[in-house]
């Protein structure tokens, strides 16, 4: 079973830029999230989407925005590039059968510099 | 308010050594989940083990185990026999039946020496 995948792996922009990276969850997983991590703030959650809803939202400015389509897969965009939005953008998926036990599985995450 | 606290930012084991991974969490929820990430230095978060509050037995993953004290709301991860290729960033995270957001801790770095 293919794992959860990210597009593109490494990525360069400039300030004022925008950027949109993919994801593609597990098969049959119906929730995706996206999760920020830097060296200073740690782990950080963007926002969490599930049958083409946003369901949960992290505390990021609007630039940073996302989408799922039917086929589950989802994409993040981030506008006008911050020097602060370099980062490893990490995306999970998981099959949100309900309750406390669903797992969320992580693809390779994305990392963005912005120059 | 902070859910999930990781105390040891680094922690240092000699490989074929046992090491204990400190995780506390904070919930008023009866129900959740607790769940061990590790992090090489390529990015990827891992899924290790997962422990349910109504488990009443300690959740095993080959040489993952966690020591689940629900009393002191704590979910340690141990590892035995400590391998070369364990060294990598772990994170401990609870998750809430109410939305399907994770917490994660801050994350403990450890390091296996030969």
């Known amino acids: 079973k293919a794992g959860v995948t990210q597009t593109p792996r490494y990525l360069i922009k400039t300030r004022g830029q925008q950027v949109t990276l993919s994801c593609s969850p597990i098969?049959?997983?119906?929730?995706v999230s996206w999760y920020q991590q830097t060296p200073g703030q740690g782990l950080q959650f963007l926002f969490e989407?599930?049958?083409?809803?946003?369901?949960n939202k992290g505390n990021f400015p609007g630039r940073f925005s996302g989408r799922q389509f039917s086929n589950s897969r989802s994409e993040m965009n981030v506008s006008t590039l911050e020097l602060g939005d370099s980062a490893l953008y990490l995306c999970?998926?998981?099959?949100?059968?309900?309750?406390?036990?669903?797992?969320?599985?992580f693809g390779p995450g994305t990392r963005l510099t912005v120059l | 308010a902070q859910k999930i606290t990781q105390t040891q930012p680094g922690m240092f084991v000699q490989e074929k050594e046992a090491v204990t991974l400190d995780c506390t969490y904070d919930t008023s929820d009866q129900s959740y989940g607790l769940f061990w990430y590790k992090q090489p230095s390529s990015g990827e978060m891992i899924f290790l083990i997962y422990?349910?509050?109504?488990?009443?037995q300690n959740a095993t993953e080959g040489r993952y185990s966690l020591n689940f004290q629900k009393a002191r709301k704590s979910a340690n991860l141990v590892i035995s026999a400590s391998q070369l290729g364990d060294s990598a960033m772990y994170f401990c995270?609870?998750?809430?039946?109410?939305?399907?957001?994770?917490?994660f801790g801050t994350g403990t770095s450890l390091t296996v020496i030969p």
């Open positions: 999970a998926s998981s099959r949100q059968t309900g309750g406390g036990t669903d797992t969320q599985y």
């Open positions: 422990q349910g509050s109504y488990d009443e």
């Open positions: 098969s049959g997983h119906r929730s």
């Open positions: 995270a609870m998750r809430l039946p109410t939305g399907n957001q994770f917490y």
């Open positions: 989407y599930f049958s083409e809803t946003q369901r």
